[in-house]
Protein backbone atom coordinates (compact mmCIF):
# COMPACT_ATOMS: atom_id res chain seq x y z
CA UNK A 1 0.00 0.00 0.00
CA UNK A 2 1.07 2.94 -0.88
CA UNK A 3 1.08 6.89 1.20
CA UNK A 4 1.17 9.29 -1.36
CA UNK A 5 2.17 12.49 -0.36
CA UNK A 6 3.08 11.23 3.31
CA UNK A 7 6.00 13.36 4.10
CA UNK A 8 9.14 11.13 5.14
CA UNK A 9 10.24 13.60 8.25
CA UNK A 10 8.70 16.49 10.41
CA UNK A 11 10.74 18.51 12.37
CA UNK A 12 9.56 20.34 15.23
CA UNK A 13 10.14 24.00 15.28
CA UNK A 14 10.22 23.99 18.67
CA UNK A 15 12.37 21.25 19.88
CA UNK A 16 14.06 20.20 16.56
CA UNK A 17 13.09 16.92 17.61
CA UNK A 18 11.51 14.03 14.49
CA UNK A 19 7.73 14.32 15.01
CA UNK A 20 5.67 11.35 14.53
CA UNK A 21 3.07 10.70 12.23
CA UNK A 22 0.36 9.93 13.84
CA UNK A 23 -3.32 9.55 11.36
CA UNK A 24 -4.74 11.00 8.66
CA UNK A 25 -7.65 13.67 8.93
CA UNK A 26 -9.85 15.18 6.86
CA UNK A 27 -7.51 14.64 4.23
CA UNK A 28 -4.76 15.72 6.31
CA UNK A 29 -1.84 14.06 7.91
CA UNK A 30 -1.67 14.59 11.32
CA UNK A 31 2.30 14.84 12.79
CA UNK A 32 2.57 15.51 16.57
CA UNK A 33 5.86 16.18 18.88
CA UNK A 34 6.25 13.49 20.96
CA UNK A 35 8.14 15.94 23.45
CA UNK A 36 5.84 19.25 23.20
CA UNK A 37 2.90 17.97 21.99
CA UNK A 38 3.10 20.33 19.08
CA UNK A 39 1.02 19.29 16.24
CA UNK A 40 1.24 19.74 12.42
CA UNK A 41 -1.81 19.24 9.28
CA UNK A 42 -0.30 19.03 6.28
CA UNK A 43 -2.45 19.25 3.51
CA UNK A 44 -2.53 16.44 0.68
CA UNK A 45 -2.72 19.36 -1.34
CA UNK A 46 0.77 20.77 -2.03
CA UNK A 47 -0.55 24.05 -2.25
CA UNK A 48 -1.99 24.41 1.24
CA UNK A 49 -0.35 26.28 3.38
CA UNK A 50 0.60 23.92 6.64
CA UNK A 51 -1.19 24.37 10.04
CA UNK A 52 0.42 24.35 13.17
CA UNK A 53 -1.55 23.78 16.48
CA UNK A 54 -0.81 23.52 19.89
CA UNK A 55 -1.88 20.57 22.72
CA UNK A 56 0.04 20.49 25.62
CA UNK A 57 1.40 16.82 26.93
CA UNK A 58 -0.75 15.30 28.99
ZN1 LIG B 1 8.30 19.69 20.06
Do not use: H
Not at 18 to 43: I, N
Amino acid sequence: MIDDGVPDQLQCTNCLLPMQYQEKKDGKFLWQCFKCGKKYFVSQNIDDDMEESWSPPR
